[in-house]
């Protein structure tokens, strides 16, 4: 059963660089996995932050950046805001089925 | 502006049968495929059903495959999940978000399995 592994938690500082990253068990993970990222606040649903890797919808603020590393795909934050604290969730199209990580719980202390 | 907006959540005893909808308004719903995704209250997000854009082809999480229907009626704008033979474990939030670009999210609907 294909799993996509995020770190469970981390902390930046307001104004700071944090990476986050995800895994998948079947193996590197590349651009045709399409790698996407969300974020959720408490008490609402999930906001999508970037698709396919690296692009930013229009409501996706600067600050957040999507790549890959590695054979991992990764979203970084730059300049961390009070406001980005949150659940970062990724997703990969595994064998066309889509599939969510665990999620990062990302705190901004 | 895009809206999805879900309906049709409750409390439902382990066996039983529920239909939740989604009605969007902002979009040509005919123009995009449509998913389910759900989220037990506190914990993470797991795909659940993707729809094409005339209900042609449908896919189902391995958990939901039997049980779960996913259709839609785009004269009406709306997006359906029939949930039978409902067991506790598919108590969660359950979200209807559009496209194969999964852009945009509903605010979700609550479902209890619970006796």
């Known amino acids: 059963q294909a799993v996509v592994t995020q770190e469970p938690s981390l902390t930046v500082s307001p104004g700071g660089t944090v990476t986050l990253t995800c895994d998948s068990n079947?193996?590197?993970?590349?651009?045709?996995?399409?790698p996407y990222w969300f974020q959720q606040k408490p008490g609402q649903a999930p906001r999508t932050l970037i698709y396919?890797?690296?692009n930013r919808y229009s409501w996706s603020p600067a600050r957040f950046s999507g790549s890959l590393l590695g054979g991992t795909a990764t979203l970084t934050l730059s300049g961390a805001q009070p406001e980005d604290e949150a659940d970062y969730y990724c997703l990969l199209f595994l064998s066309d089925v889509p599939v969510f990580g665990g999620g990062t719980r990302l705190t901004v202390l | 502006d895009v809206q999805l907006v879900e309906s049709g959540g409750g409390l439902v005893q382990p066996g039983g049968s529920l239909r939740l909808s989604c009605v969007v308004s902002g979009f040509n719903l005919e123009g995009y495929f449509m998913n389910w995704v759900r989220q037990v209250p506190g914990k993470g997000l797991m795909w659940v059903s993707r729809i094409d854009r005339f209900g042609t082809g449908v896919t189902y999480t391995d958990s939901v495959r039997g049980r779960f229907t996913t259709s839609r009626d785009n004269a009406k704008n709306a997006l359906y999940l029939q949930m039978d033979s409902l067991r506790e474990e598919d108590t969660a939030i359950y979200y209807c978000v559009r496209g194969l670009t999964i852009d945009h999210w509903g605010q979700g609907t609550l479902v209890t399995v619970s006796s």
């Open positions: 396919d890797t690296s």
């Open positions: 079947t193996g590197s993970v590349t651009s045709g996995h399409y």
